[in-house]
């Protein structure tokens, strides 16, 4: 029977591992969206600025 309780806390000790894996990987995904999305933007205002200098050197 003492074998129930060690098993218990392997199956505590899996799910927090489990549970830690998943915030790190939803974490790491939110965070390679959010530089996608600053990249994209930063991408637009510099070439808005290209074309607002254009238009100004004529």
Do not use: H
Not at 2 to 10: D, G, H, N, R, S
Not at 19 to 28: A, D, K
């Amino acid at each position: 029977m003492a074998y129930q309780k060690e098993i218990a806390t392997i199956m505590q000790g899996l799910i927090v591992f489990a549970v830690v894996i998943s915030y790190e990987v939803v974490r790491t995904w939110g965070l390679r969206r959010q530089q996608k999305r600053v990249g994209e933007e930063l991408a637009a205002a510099a070439r808005n600025n290209s074309e607002k200098k254009e238009v100004a050197a004529r």
